[in-house]
């Protein structure tokens, strides 16, 4: 009988190994997130290459579009680098920077709960930017050229179910902190005491 639980004890930690080892299987899907940062890089300056050879050719209406999609491009640049970071040293490996002084700020303290809440409130700013964008276009265009009514009130829709959803996400997030806290405290009391 002893032997039977020493072997299933030995099946149990090496499946046990095995499962958190996988986790290394999400370390390339970082790796290429980091690569379509350089790839989204020369979207960057495909665009600002663009406003250079239109910029004293077009109407104001026409630079800010151009300057928007610059904007855009930076904002989805943070999320990636955010999702890039924020996930490998949270779901995979920590990442050691304590150390270095150009160490981001956002990554003090992270963990899954305020990865979620930055990533919701960029998409938010990301959503905000494009809906600035279809609303000049909007204003800018040709009676005959502007978009259907419904997708400018589609965007934003779209744009309030992200600004709901990510204050969703902190007011649990805030609540989950709170629970912890009052249990932390608690336990901290029993200690005391004892």
Known sequence: MGSLKKAFNGLENTFEAFIFWSRWVQAPLYGGLAIGCFLYLAKFFQELLHLQHVLLLENEAKIM?????????????????????????????????????????????????????????????????????????????????????????????????????AYLLAQTEKTVHSYHSIGHRHQEGEESEG
């Open 65 to 165: 579009l151009i300057v928007l999609s610059l904007v855009d491009i930076s904002m989805v640049m943070n999320l990636v680098v955010m999702v890039t970071i924020g996930g490998y040293s949270i779901f995979t490996s920590k990442i050691d920077v304590d150390m270095h002084d150009d160490k981001p700020l956002w990554l003090d303290g992270l963990d899954a709960g305020m990865l979620k809440i930055k990533l919701a409130t960029s998409l938010a700013s990301i959503s905000g930017v494009q809906l600035l964008k279809t609303f000049v276009d909007y204003r800018e265009s040709l009676p005959g050229d502007k978009p259907p009514y419904t997708d400018v009130v589609m965007e934003v829709a779209i744009h309030m179910v992200f600004i709901f959803s």
